[in-house]
């Protein structure tokens, strides 16, 4: 698979679903999380593509695109937080 993922534009979580009225922030996830020292390669890095997200709500998200995946898109939503 090829190119940029596209900027989300709505997001569903289950019967949940937010219409994206801004991105705020972009960013590439190229770190090895919780990999110990002695595994980490280049061949055990996250490829992701990170986004935070201003839902026309009011809600934060963030969530990425994981490029490491050959066979399809990955999409993870990672938080959620919500208007008061």
């Known amino acids: 698979m090829g190119?940029?993922?596209p900027k989300p534009a709505r997001v569903r979580d289950g019967k949940?679903?937010?219409i994206v009225a801004e991105v705020e922030r972009v960013w590439f996830d190229t770190g090895h999380g919780g990999i110990p020292t002695r595994a980490r390669t280049?061949?055990?890095r996250r490829h992701r593509k990170r986004f935070t997200l201003l839902a026309e709500n009011g809600d934060r998200l963030e969530l990425y695109f994981d490029y490491a995946r050959?066979?399809?898109p990955v999409?993870?939503?990672v938080?959620?937080?919500?208007a008061r």
């Open 3 to 5: 190119g940029d993922p």
């Open 16 to 18: 949940r679903e937010w």
């Open 42 to 44: 280049w061949r055990t």
């Open 70 to 72: 050959d066979d399809r």
């Open 75 to 77: 999409w993870q939503l």
């Open 79 to 82: 938080t959620i937080d919500t």
